[in-house]
């Protein structure tokens, strides 16, 4: 895949600097994604930068999966996360790992830090524990468990692990600092007892080590040198610092934790736990329905990998957060396939158009360029006939002000054809037209001497009634009505978030294009003159193309950058 410009960043420059002290000799990043949902435009600012951040430095990238949750994990995620990557561009040149891979070294960690006083079993029930933890401004309390000899901590975690214990009773926890400030360094949990079967590791544990503690461990497990991950992280860096440390005789690396901001967007939700509800509630077709903000949808939809890229590029990376318009990216969608796409003419909302004077029968040819900018993509004929299609819009048999499009007594070129004027309309008994009839001037054919002629009217685009297909395409608005708090943690109203959701966020039409908008392989993008960009949808079939609206032509970002 072509090299995106990359700017550079704070963190490079503390890479930089840590390769000049001598810290790191080499640069060992990883991807650490959780596999409980399907990858979405939020998770790309990590992604990129993570392996981005590999290639620039010559350096390694591992994948490794967060699978230390069994209740919500699944190989379907897995293998769509590898899919996205992939499509992204990007390989994991450190290799694929798993957090289970190390279940068995943080449980011989566990057992060394109990024997150290470093940990112990808690029997705090969840609510005590949050009541024993304090608060931001007020210390916690010591747990009535927390100085129970070694020998019985062990002896209890052991027996934790045959499941002996039902869940929520027993807890491992770090022995550190309950009147810290920073309340993550209040005695954090370790390891809970969960009787969930595990995708990899079956029946064999029945207690998991939080992330909080795996992910230091895994990360000097593999050698990582800098472990990037976003800005809400930032209060557990003392935490990670402490249990690589503590750690330290048992691990072959001392990894670096440097923050972020992460990604938010408007018009757009990316909490996982309100897009599964979206997908369990059949609210929309699937992780890959094109209104969703996953990498699959966006795939679906017709977005390049590329201006997926060039948008994080463009955002850059910085320490504070922010929200950045929808409209941004869909700039580097546009900027992407105005450069690649063909060029094609369709008419979502046909009107049959009547040329009155043109002879019955008979045909011309229409040479049309495939891209208006790149000679190299060819052209493509079709037959210019009697009887046409435009779009409803394009018509109106009562003109507003400064409306230049077709009406009675006007003039409009066709596009690479005729100056023709509108003379009358039919309609249906309802009052709707139904039919437009209009002249052709026989001398302005496109590329004539005729063709210069200056008239008031636009140029429209049009399809042969004799030489198009029918087609469906389908228009995407935002999925939802506002934007919704993207905190992970909070309880969520789900009946209050179903409410949000925007009725009309599919439009599906029934038109006429070119023909070649059916040979086009699933996947193929065209620019819709006049419309938008449209990518052929997996549900097409021969009788019917189906063509999702990736993006319109209109280009907000754009127009607030000048």
């Not at 899919?83 to 449980?107: M, N, P, Q, V």
């Not at 972020?260 to 979206?278: A, E, I, P």
């Not at 499009?405 to 039919?426: H, Q, S, T, W």
């Amino acid at each position: 895949m072509e090299e995106t410009n990359a700017r550079g960043n704070f963190i490079w420059d503390a890479i930089d600097k840590d390769l000049e002290d001598k810290r790191y000799t080499e640069v060992h990043t990883r991807f650490p994604p959780e596999p409980n949902g399907y990858m979405h435009i939020g998770h790309c600012k990590a992604l990129i930068m993570d392996f981005l951040t590999a290639e620039k430095y010559g350096g390694k990238c591992n994948l490794r999966f967060d699978d230390t949750n069994p209740a919500k994990e699944d190989t379907e995620y897995v293998e769509a996360i590898k899919r996205d990557i992939h499509w992204l561009g990007f390989h994991w040149t450190g290799g694929e790992f798993y957090a289970s891979d190390y279940y068995d070294k943080c449980y011989e960690i566990a057992e060394e830090w109990i024997r150290r006083g470093l940990a112990y079993v808690d029997e705090l029930s969840k609510d005590e524990m949050r009541e024993y933890r304090g608060t931001l401004t007020e210390p916690g309390k010591n747990s009535p468990w927390r100085d129970r000899p070694a020998e019985e901590s062990l002896d209890l975690f052991r027996r934790m692990k045959a499941g002996e214990f039902p869940e929520g009773s027993k807890t491992l926890r770090m022995k550190i600092d309950m009147s810290s400030p920073n309340i993550v360094m209040r005695d954090p949990a370790m390891y809970r007892i969960l009787y969930k079967e595990h995708w990899r590791t079956g029946n064999k544990w029945c207690i998991y080590p939080m992330y909080d503690f795996s992910h230091p461990i895994g990360d000097a497990l593999e050698g990582i040198s800098h472990s990037m991950c976003s800005l809400e992280y930032e209060i557990h860096r003392p935490l990670y610092d402490w249990v690589v440390e503590k750690s330290a005789d048992m691990l072959p690396a001392r990894p670096r934790q440097i923050e972020f901001s992460r990604l938010n967007m408007t018009g757009t939700v990316m909490s996982k736990r309100y897009l599964r509800q979206l997908v369990e509630g059949g609210y929309v077709a699937g992780w890959d329905d094109p209104r969703m903000p996953t990498l699959s949808a966006m795939r679906r939809r017709g977005y390049p990998a590329m201006a997926i890229r060039n948008f994080v590029d463009t955002i850059g990376m910085s320490k504070a957060d922010s929200t950045v318009d929808y409209a941004v990216l869909e700039h580097c969608v546009r900027d992407v396939l105005g450069e690649s796409s063909l060029r094609a003419m369709a008419v979502l909302n046909p009107l049959k158009v009547v040329l009155t004077n043109w002879p019955e029968g008979e045909t011309k040819t229409v040479t049309l360029e495939n891209h208006p900018d790149h000679p190299e993509m060819g052209e493509r004929t079709l037959s210019f006939g009697r009887e046409l299609y435009i779009e409803q819009e394009d018509f109106m048999e009562v003109p507003v002000k400064k409306y230049q499009r077709m009406f009675p007594g006007n003039e409009v070129r066709l596009k690479g054809a005729y100056i023709v004027r509108c003379d009358d309309c039919v309609k249906d008994a309802e009052g709707n037209v139904i039919e437009v009839h209009c002249t052709v001037d026989m001398d302005s054919f496109s590329g004539s001497a005729g063709a210069d002629r200056k008239i008031k009217g636009k140029t429209l685009h049009w399809v042969p009634v004799d030489d198009c297909i029918p087609f469906e395409a389908r228009l995407y608005e935002p999925l939802l009505n506002d934007d919704v708090a993207e905190e992970e943690d909070e309880e969520v109203d789900k009946k209050d978030f179903i409410s949000r959701l925007n009725p009309e966020s599919l439009k599906i039409c029934r038109g006429f294009a070119e023909k070649v908008i059916a040979e086009a392989e699933t996947g193929t993008s065209f620019q819709f003159l006049r419309t938008g960009y449209f990518c052929k949808d997996p549900d097409s079939t021969a009788e019917l193309p189906v063509y999702n609206r990736t993006v319109g032509l209109r280009d907000s970002f754009a127009k607030q950058a000048k």
